[in-house]
């Protein structure tokens, strides 16, 4: 079950608190964005990565990419005003395929295997998304005060990957432009034509390093896994 990963690259570092683009940062001493692009290089049903980035950091990501040896590198599309407009520059930029996949470049930590079924169910129902279940009660609240306190067995905190047939998200994507719409992933443009999305049990690990305090959590992982490794 091959399939084609689109990764939007061109982010900023706000809520990470830097100066740069947060995917540029290290963690031991290797940028955040090149694990990402490690897990998809090292999968055999990954056919090719796709990166929308910055026209100024084009220059940088390409080095990197090619220092790291990522050879399935196969494009790149320059990164839109929002998220959504970067995703859709590269979806008109892959050639016509089977499954494609969006993920967040700055989430590392993605299990093959989950990407293996997101791979498999999207293919079958033509659309499904990784996310975990909610673990801490979740609370209504209006002015400061609770108005409710929500059934969390009905809760899901979404991630990347977010897998699709090709034909669906491009759909998606360009009806979302064209009427003006902002989602906030790319399951939601799919939601809104009416096509029904499929949830795939991720792992807690697959965290995006957003703010200072992932990139400790993200550290951490790391760490655990080289000692899992020399078991």
């Given at each position: 079950?091959?399939?084609?990963?689109?990764?939007?690259?061109?982010?900023?570092?706000?809520?990470?608190?830097?100066?740069?683009?947060?995917?540029?940062?290290?963690?031991?001493?290797?940028?955040?964005?090149?694990?990402?692009?490690?897990?998809?290089?090292?999968?055999?049903?990954?056919?090719?990565?796709?990166?929308?980035?910055?026209?100024?950091?084009?220059?940088?990501?390409?080095?990197?990419?090619?220092?790291?040896?990522?050879?399935?590198?196969?494009?790149?599309?320059?990164?839109?005003?929002?998220?959504?407009?970067?995703?859709?520059?590269?979806?008109?930029?892959?050639?016509?395929?089977?499954?494609?996949?969006?993920?967040?470049?700055?989430?590392?930590?993605?299990?093959?295997?989950?990407?293996s079924e997101l791979v498999g169910t999207a293919q079958a129902s033509g659309a499904a998304?990784?996310?975990?279940?909610?673990?801490?009660?979740?609370?209504?609240?209006?002015?400061?005060?609770?108005?409710?306190?929500?059934?969390?067995?009905?809760?899901w905190m979404i991630q990347t990957p977010q897998a699709f047939r090709y034909e669906l998200?491009?759909?998606?994507?360009?009806?979302?432009?064209?009427?003006?719409?902002?989602?906030?992933?790319?399951?939601?443009?799919?939601?809104?034509?009416?096509?029904?999305?499929?949830?795939?049990?991720?792992?807690?690990?697959?965290?995006?390093?957003?703010?200072?305090?992932?990139?400790?959590?993200?550290?951490?992982?790391?760490?655990?896994?080289?000692?899992?490794?020399?078991?």
């Amino acid at each position: 079950m091959n399939y084609t990963v689109v990764l939007p690259a061109a982010g900023s570092g706000k809520r990470m608190k830097a100066n740069k683009n947060k995917l540029l940062l290290e963690l031991f001493n290797k940028p955040i964005f090149l694990y990402t692009l490690e897990v998809f290089q090292q999968d055999p049903n990954c056919e090719s990565i796709w990166l929308a980035v910055k026209k100024d950091e084009r220059e940088l990501i390409e080095t990197c990419v090619n220092q790291y040896g990522i050879t399935k590198v196969h494009g790149y599309a320059e990164g839109g005003m929002e998220r959504q407009d970067s995703v859709r520059a590269c979806l008109e930029a892959i050639p016509p395929c089977g499954v494609v996949l969006v993920h967040d470049a700055a989430r590392p930590f993605i299990d093959p295997s989950v990407i293996s079924e997101l791979v498999g169910t999207a293919q079958a129902s033509g659309a499904a998304i990784a996310a975990v279940p909610v673990k801490d009660t979740i609370k209504k609240a209006r002015d400061g005060i609770i108005t409710e306190t929500v059934n969390r067995e009905q809760l899901w905190m979404i991630q990347t990957p977010q897998a699709f047939r090709y034909e669906l998200i491009l759909a998606a994507a360009q009806a979302a432009a064209k009427d003006g719409f902002l989602g906030t992933d790319e399951a939601m443009l799919v939601e809104r034509l009416g096509h029904p999305v499929e949830i795939v049990e991720s792992t807690y690990e697959n965290v995006k390093m957003t703010t200072p305090e992932d990139l400790i959590y993200g550290k951490a992982i790391l760490e655990n896994r080289k000692q899992e490794e020399k078991k």
